[in-house]
């Protein structure tokens, strides 16, 4: 049972548009929320993230919203680079326990035209 | 270097051998994780460590996985009598976050590409 889900395999934008990028859960605990940028042979590297206490957050390019009533989030880069080409990871977890264990989403390929 | 270093980067087996995987976390990151990738896929939990505690080890698929991380910085996974299913990238990642509430981002090794023939 997948609940962290990325339903777009992958997304083709030009640069200087907006990506908009997004992810769906299914566990109401879930109370913080990371996205990560993976590039090929490396590992995820921290992009942004969001506590559930909030709706949004912004650095610089990148801005993450979070809509609990829905369960989903999105990430928004504007305006585009082609050195933001890479696959996205959502993830999410629930604080508060032993273990802030992160839930992983199967991540899009974000291909930026130039 | 100042981020999560992993080795080997790659790791060719034959089934039935036995493989270590070695993770240097961040300097002074309390909390240190274990994930599988597989191909297409996104990271899957494996084992948690609060300093040399391992506190969760769920997700480990088999008595085949252990990990330990004794004096609380180096971690070691170990897999024993490797089969063609435990082919992955095996992920390293470090937090500051003890656990709890006070959310801190996991950071990322590049991971071992695993490969058992």
């Known amino acids: 049972d997948q609940q962290v889900k990325q339903n777009s395999p992958s997304l083709s934008v030009q640069e200087g548009r907006i990506s908009i990028l997004n992810c769906d859960y299914t566990n109401s605990m879930f109370d913080y929320f990371l996205w990560y940028k993976k590039y090929p042979a490396e590992g995820p590297t921290f992009l942004i993230s969001?506590?559930?206490?909030?709706d949004k957050n912004e650095d610089g390019r990148f801005t993450v919203f979070l809509n609990k009533s829905a369960k989903h989030l999105s990430l928004h880069i504007v305006p585009s680079q082609p050195g933001d080409s890479a696959v996205y990871f959502c993830a999410a977890n629930s604080g508060g326990g032993a273990t802030n264990k992160l839930i992983f989403g199967t991540g899009t390929l974000l291909a930026v035209q130039p | 270097g100042a981020g999560v270093s992993q080795s080997p980067r790659y790791k060719v087996a034959k089934r039935g051998q036995d493989v270590a995987l070695r993770c240097d976390p961040i300097?002074?990151?309390?909390?240190l994780f274990w994930y599988q990738q597989a191909l297409g896929q996104g990271p899957e939990f494996l084992t948690y460590?609060?300093?040399?505690?391992?506190?969760?080890k769920s997700g480990l698929p088999s008595d085949r996985f252990f990990a330990e991380r004794p004096e609380g910085s180096v971690s070691t996974l170990k897999i024993q009598r490797t089969q063609q299913e435990d082919s992955a990238v095996y992920l390293c990642?470090?937090?500051?976050?003890?656990?709890?509430?006070?959310?801190?981002?996991?950071?990322f090794g590049d991971g071992t590409r695993l490969s058992i023939l």
């Open positions: 990642a470090s937090s500051l976050d003890p656990g709890g509430t006070n959310n801190q981002p996991q950071h």
């Open positions: 969001i506590s559930s206490i909030k």
């Open positions: 300097s002074g990151h309390v909390s």
């Open positions: 460590f609060q300093n040399e505690a391992q506190l969760d």
